[in-house]
């Protein structure tokens, strides 16, 4: 049974920015997988021979289970599913490599403005096209009206409802999830709107392997905007509208969402005509009006039918277009990845891989792949860093290890509008004192000493993170942070935070209570909470509101906290990345922060592909958050890496997928 507020702390594409809660339960080590072999992946493709009998597996550990194939909604944004959406799908367009250089994977496909990306009138035009040995696990070319999927379903303007009355009104708390959409109804609960700004019916070439669209309003990371599906256009058809024939079900599909009558005969010059206003985001321009009733049919089985715990009973449902197939899923246990024999789409960028099957046991504690890992029952991990860890790792022979920078970085963020000490409504309306009490805090926060007494002993070169939005050591980072103003909270000052306080009239009502939302079940939660606690008595009396439920009492009950202390997680190194945090509304801006200014800056910042003035509007936008006391930056998060000798190859990035991210090029010694 999954909680739907649990799908939107997970869900983070267009921002970017995933929720961490970081808890590690002891359960025991996955039992070895059984060797069966993958439904819809024979026979091979012509001119193809099947993979070769099984010469090298390799097994490592992940913390939590996969749950979709579809990586265009809340759930496809899940970490763990987004692991193994990217060994079976493979890079997709691009991928960032060890140094987080962006890497353009033209053994896919290729992508870039054409001659008229930059229009008269601002907007950009972008053309994607896929190779043309690319096909899905069952001998589908994937092309096209597989692409349009993500515009279909990352597009608001298709969508009849809002997202909550979607989720007041069709999403249940018990088993069953979502329920069927009512006739004339449509919503695509997909993770990202990033395609809304593209209102105008892509232009199709005519071998239906080529796609043109404009962004209206263009943006800096314009490529980060449209990603290959993960799912199939032609299951999707058969499902909703029980077609078999695989291109006939592809049709209909882009029928129903208002595409050309044949699109696979088009000369690439159609110009869409017929405007309509079937959502609530805007008007829609397409080449016919979509058809309302097939699109809630769509949107039903879209929401639905590609979610699992087990491997599903139709092969179609779990498609892949990259290197390996899913061929058996234990449900918390394991799942076991075998190779697509149609998969040809390797090259020059992305090797083809070596191992000929992989399986991802589910272990979420640290320690216990520790053992798994000694015992040979996995030869690779990467979990969250701990003392413990590092200690039992020095004491395992056959193995090496590393330290690694996480894509994870803590910091907490203040609430600004659930009546509490930080809310302005809180006295009376007046924004000085509040912000006073923001910034008093905040300086009271005694962040050299989280990584002196916590980080410092798993990595001895830990340092205090000081941007919101730029990556310690990534280009900007130092530009930005002096910039900033985050030297003014450099160092824990209580004599200035009471300074602060009695400033705005506050030292008769000392210490001022503050309650602090954390997840209790994280030991190094817990460690940080106590060290808040004690840091400035005197000044703030902190309540512990640690919570095992802590994501979604963070969005469901913001008057029950006055601080989060949690983690985000960055998948790309996009200044855009960030924007859903603090922008007015943003989704993830659970603090309730609103400034126009800083709305302002991310405004320009989508419309520029200057680095050096997103640089300067990075300065400009933090320093903003500083001195309005949004919340304040902590630590990267600390990892570790640890493979068997046995293992050539293992590395990791601090940026989705991590470890996984060059998994073409793991290999065993060789004897």
Known sequence: MRAKVAARVAAAVASAMVLVACATPAVDVAPTAPAVTAPGTEPA????????????????????SPNTTNNMTDWGNHTPTQNVIYLTQGPGWAFFDQDLNYVRNTDFGTFSPTDTAFNADGSLTVTYTVNDNVTWSDGVPFDVADMLLWWLGNNTRFNTITEEQYDEQYYTSGDEGYVPLPEGEVYFSAGSAGMTDVPAFPIISDDGRSITFTFENPRADWYFQ??????????????????????????????????????????????????????????????????????????????????????????????????????????????????????????????????????????????????????GEVDLISP???QDLIQTLQGISGIEFEGTNESIWEHVTLQMSGGGVFDPAH?????????????????????????????????????????????????????VTAANDSSFYAVQDLELAYELLADAGLADQLPLPVRVLYAVQNPRRVQQFQLMQAAAPELFTIIDEGDETWGTRMRQNIGSYDVALFAWASTSTAFLNGEANYITGGVNNIGGFSNQTVDDLWLEARQT?????????????????MNEGFGITIFQHPGVLAWSDSLENASSIPLSPTMFWNFWDWQRTAN
Do not use: C
């Open 384 to 386: 969250s860093a701990t």
């Open 226 to 375: 449209f990603s290959p599906s993960t799912i199939a256009a032609h299951t999707l058809g058969r499902l909703a509208f029980g077609i078999d024939d695989p291109m006939a079900a592809k049709q209909a599909v882009i029928t129903a969402m208002g595409g050309p009558d044949n699109y696979r005969a088009q000369t690439g010059n159609e110009v869409p005509t017929v405007v309509t206003n079937i959502g609530v985001a805007g008007p829609l321009t397409t080449f016919v009006a979509p058809n309302v009733t097939e699109l809630s049919q769509l949107a039903t089985v879209f929401n639905t039918a590609f979610d699992f715990t087990g491997l599903p009973s139709d092969p179609g449902t779990f498609l892949s277009r990259g290197p390996y197939v899913m061929a058996e899923i234990l449900e918390d246990q394991f799942v076991r990845l075998v190779r697509n024999p149609y998969f040809t789409a390797y090259g020059d960028v992305v090797g083809r891989p070596i191992m000929d099957e992989i399986t991802v046991r589910i272990i979420p504690d640290a320690l216990a792949q520790a053992t798994a890992l000694q015992n």
């Open 609 to 625: 592909t200057d680095q050096n003035r997103i640089i300067e509007i990075a300065g400009e936008m933090e320093n903003i958050l």
């Open 427 to 479: 006295w009376g309306g007046d924004e000085d004192v509040a912000r006073a009490v923001r910034q008093a805090f905040l300086l009271t926060v005694p962040r050299q000493q989280i990584i002196d007494l916590i980080i410092s002993q798993i990595d001895p070169n830990a340092q205090v993170r000081n941007s919101f939005t730029f990556i310690p050591g990534s280009p900007g980072y130092d530009q």
């Open 45 to 64: 493709a012509p001119g193809e021979t099947v993979a070769p009998a099984v010469t090298q597996t390799i097994n490592v550990a992940w913390e939590a």
